[in-house]
């Protein structure tokens, strides 16, 4: 009897994290969409598919945080200690410069510049999403 609810527990939580998962892709995405139209000039973002484009972007952006970026901050630790954390936005931009290698004309951001202030925008999205809608619901905050 207490396997069973163990494992009914467990099917829960699976359930919640890809729950989680999913509301955290279609607000990047949503987040995408914005700054693609904020930024119109400088970041592309082909909105066919009724928004498959944006949330493919946003699934490639969250897997290369979770592999690439790691590994990225650690070989740029020396460059961002000696310019005092300032470089660690531009890891950022390479992760949006890969996306946008890897997705081609579907998603294109251009100029380094404004790859930044794109990055940080997203970031600003990111933290003002996290507070306002993904905390209220799954019940974080």
């Known amino acids: 009897m ?3 609810i163990i494992e ?3 099917r829960k939580h699976k359930m919640g994290k890809f729950l989680q998962w999913l509301i955290y892709m279609i607000g990047y995405a949503l987040i995408l ?5 904020l930024f119109d000039n400088t970041m592309q973002l082909d909105n066919s598919y009724f928004g498959f484009w944006a949330l493919l972007t946003a699934i490639l952006i969250f897997i290369l945080n979770k592999t690439i970026k790691p590994l990225i901050f650690w070989l740029t630790i020396p460059i961002t200690a000696l ?21 081609g004309s579907h998603f294109n951001i251009s100029g380094l510049f404004m790859s930044l202030i794109v990055a940080t925008s ?8 996290d507070k306002l809608v993904i905390n209220p619901i799954l019940g974080k905050g």
């Open 33 to 37: 969409m914005i700054t693609a139209k």
């Open 2 to 4: 207490s396997t069973i």
């Open 8 to 10: 009914e527990n467990n």
């Open 83 to 103: 310019t005092l954390g300032f470089f660690y936005p531009f890891i950022n931009v390479i992760i949006l410069q890969i996306v946008d290698l890897i997705l």
């Open 122 to 129: 997203i970031s600003i999205l990111n933290m003002l999403m």
